[in-house]
């Protein structure tokens, strides 16, 4: 595709439901990022692959978050047992490459837990 | 982590004026973005400095590398009304992702 598509575009779940959060990167784009952004606040990391591989994960809040990129394309954040702090916008980004900061973003999956 | 501190929170300006904003860092940064978001959409690069003391324009877009690497500022002139929006300062070590500030929210009068 033209971008970085993400679906849904707002999911409401109620606590304690899991939710899976897709983004399809730009066709070709190694590198793929996930950040999660809370009501007036920049994007904060939460996990990095290059292809496939996960490279960095550190920024997951807890171990209910977890991503994964089977085939190095196509990728799905999915939240366990959600809770209200979970509540913002989840951007997905891609890049030609690692070192290439030229990181186009999808416009996010708005997340609201009740 | 790291840490950025981005000025001013927010600022509402008429158009025409000129603007600037500026961020800092608590730790150096090899690389210095700026992004602008619009509501309900992703951030879109504007400006991307790589070294010391650089001096990259986009436009109307002025932004510069900081000399101590811990700080970086974009001017915007002759502001228009679709300038709107929320900006944000983002920096990267040698070997971290992209940290982002918390953004400059601007608006601007017609």
């Known amino acids: 595709g033209a971008g970085v598509s993400q679906s849904p575009r707002y999911k409401v779940a109620k606590r304690g439901q899991d939710v899976a959060l897709r983004c399809d990167p730009i066709?070709?784009?190694?590198?793929l990022f996930w950040y999660q952004q809370a009501l007036g606040q920049g994007p904060e990391f939460l996990t990095y692959?290059?292809?496939?591989?996960?490279?960095?994960k550190s920024g997951l809040p807890s171990d209910r978050f977890f991503a994964e990129r089977p085939e190095g394309s196509v990728s799905t954040l999915k939240i366990q047992r959600t809770q209200q702090e979970d509540s913002a916008v989840y951007l997905c980004a891609s890049s030609l490459v690692w070192t290439n900061e030229k990181l186009f973003f999808g416009s996010g999956t708005q997340l609201s837990v009740l | 982590g790291q840490q950025l501190n981005q000025s001013p929170q927010s600022m509402f300006i008429q158009e025409g004026e000129d603007v600037s904003m500026n961020c800092t860092s608590s730790?150096?940064?090899?690389?210095w973005l700026w992004y602008k978001q619009d509501p309900g959409e992703g951030p879109v690069l504007l400006i991307a400095?790589?070294?010391?003391?650089e001096l990259t324009s986009n436009g109307r877009l002025t932004a510069q590398f900081g000399i101590t690497r811990k700080d970086s500022f974009l001017n915007i002139s002759a502001s228009i009304p679709s300038d709107v929006g929320i900006y944000f300062c983002?920096?990267?070590?040698?070997?971290?992702?992209?940290?982002f500030g918390k953004g400059t929210m601007l608006l601007v009068s017609p």
């Open positions: 692959f290059q292809n496939e591989a996960q490279l960095d």
């Open positions: 983002a920096g990267r070590g040698e070997y971290s992702t992209l940290t």
């Open positions: 066709s070709g784009h190694v590198s």
């Open positions: 730790s150096i940064f090899n690389t």
């Open positions: 400095l790589y070294k010391a003391g």
